[in-house]
């Protein structure tokens, strides 16, 4: 069976909720999943063994992780081929970790560049944020990432 970290991630989460008797409980479990999710890919970045995407590091023509007006927040993430000599059958994941509990991901059938937006909430702040780029390769590999990581401070601007 391959390892697919989006399925994972939502067994995770479904399971922790479906528990759940109040809101407020339900989302610290949410949390706790997704701090729990995040442990095992950092666990990957060293036991992988399929091939690794890079992340260009920031630069003038690097990846950016940057706050903005408005409380919002940016990651436009460039990758290249690492240690990948082909397209992997299973494609990549990439996984956004805003620091205040949410998180975007998404499955990538080619290797290429993304962003995302993310609205914090409305308070002046400082997040780290954390992403992962990931191959996904056929079962009996393991999928291996590569991580940056960056702060952003939230503010509103003024008038």
């Given at each position: 069976?391959?390892?697919?970290?989006?399925?994972?991630?939502?067994?995770?989460l479904?399971?922790?909720?479906?528990?759940?008797?109040?809101?407020?409980?339900?989302?610290?479990a949410i949390r706790a999943g997704v701090?729990?999710?995040?442990q095992m890919l950092s666990k990957s970045l060293t036991s992988g063994n399929g091939c690794r995407p890079v992340i260009v590091r920031p630069g003038p023509t690097g990846s950016v992780i940057a706050g903005f007006s408005g409380f919002r927040g940016n990651a436009a993430i460039i990758v290249d081929w690492?240690?990948?000599?082909?397209?992997?059958?299973?494609?990549?994941?990439?996984?956004?970790?805003?620091?205040?509990?949410?998180?975007?991901s998404q499955t990538a059938t080619t290797l290429g560049p993304f962003q995302v937006t993310h609205q914090y909430p409305k308070s002046q702040n400082y997040y780290?944020?954390?992403?992962?780029?990931?191959?996904?390769?056929?079962?009996?590999?393991?999928?291996?990432?590569?991580?940056?990581?960056?702060?952003?401070?939230?503010?509103?601007a003024e008038l």
């Open positions: 069976m391959k390892a697919n970290f989006l399925a994972v991630l939502v067994a995770i479904f399971a922790a909720c479906c528990n759940c008797a109040e809101v407020i409980s339900c989302d610290n701090q729990h999710f995040q690492g240690t990948c000599q082909a397209q992997p059958p299973g494609g990549f994941n990439w996984f956004v970790y805003w620091g205040d509990g949410t998180y975007n780290t944020v954390t992403v992962y780029y990931c191959s996904n390769p056929p079962y009996p590999l393991q999928p291996s990432c590569d991580v940056l990581t960056g702060s952003i401070a939230t503010f509103q």
